[in-house]
């Protein structure tokens, strides 16, 4: 198994500029969620998703879109990217939403100028 | 809401010598914790839970409820354990989101 993939692993962008950031599983992992990680403030999740056709917002939304049309695909939109949303991107499966040990991608370094 | 504080962002011992990471929470109810370590260069993965009650790597973390702390100990440090560590937090209930501290950054000297 690749466990969790996570493309590209750098990317620049102008703001403004939209792009999507991919996540893929293949564990048959129901639960999906995206974090943002920033110095001093950690991990701090953006959405996430139990199942198929299903997401929802996490802590710090605001500028991000997701969608979850298979169980293997979890990707994060910027719509209009801002220099506000510069950081590492970490995508994160785990099994079910009763169990704990969740799996990570090795991160998106993003960075907008 | 849940909160979880690392208080510590920076961290060095030398080699051999005892480490302790505080992590301190904030729940009214009855959480689960766990411990996650990135190495450099590496994903972020699972140290231990406090559920299992388990000893990895030289590691252990035991739950106290009173002062709602889940400190993270080695008797004796080593170079490969540096790295940065995350205290998490699941709370009971049906939203069981994982909430991350910031993040505690320990450096083994030799």
């Known amino acids: 198994n690749a466990g969790v993939t996570q493309t590209p692993k750098f990317q620049v962008l102008k703001t403004g500029q939209s792009m999507t950031l991919q996540c893929a599983q293949d564990?048959?992992?129901?639960?999906m969620s995206w974090y943002r990680q920033d110095p001093g403030m950690g991990l701090r999740l953006i959405h996430y998703?139990?199942?198929?056709?299903?997401?929802d917002q996490g802590e710090v939304p605001n500028g991000y879109n997701v969608s979850r049309s298979t169980t293997e695909d979890f990707p994060l939109r910027l719509l209009s990217a801002a220099p506000s949303q510069t950081s590492v991107y970490f995508c994160?499966?785990?099994?079910?939403?009763?169990?704990?040990?969740?799996?990570f991608g090795p991160g998106t370094r993003l960075t907008v100028l | 809401a849940q909160r979880v504080t690392q208080p510590e962002k920076l961290l060095s011992v030398f080699k051999g010598a005892p480490v302790e990471l505080k992590c301190n929470y904030s729940?009214?109810?009855?959480?689960?914790l766990f411990w996650y370590v990135q190495y450099s260069r590496q994903r972020l993965q699972l140290l231990l839970r406090?559920?299992s009650r388990e000893s990895i790597k030289g590691f252990t973390a035991d739950l106290n409820k009173g002062e709602t702390s889940f400190h993270l100990k080695k008797p004796f440090a080593q170079e490969e354990d540096s790295a940065m560590y995350y205290c998490?937090?699941?709370?009971?209930?049906?939203?069981?989101?994982?909430?991350f501290g910031s993040g505690t950054q320990l450096t083994v000297l030799p």
């Open positions: 564990m048959n992992h129901e639960y």
């Open positions: 994160a499966s785990r099994k079910a939403i009763g169990t704990d040990t969740q799996y």
């Open positions: 998703s139990v199942g198929a056709g299903i997401t």
């Open positions: 998490a937090l699941i709370p009971s209930g049906s939203a069981r989101q994982l909430t």
């Open positions: 729940y009214s109810g009855s959480p689960e």
């Open positions: 406090h559920i």
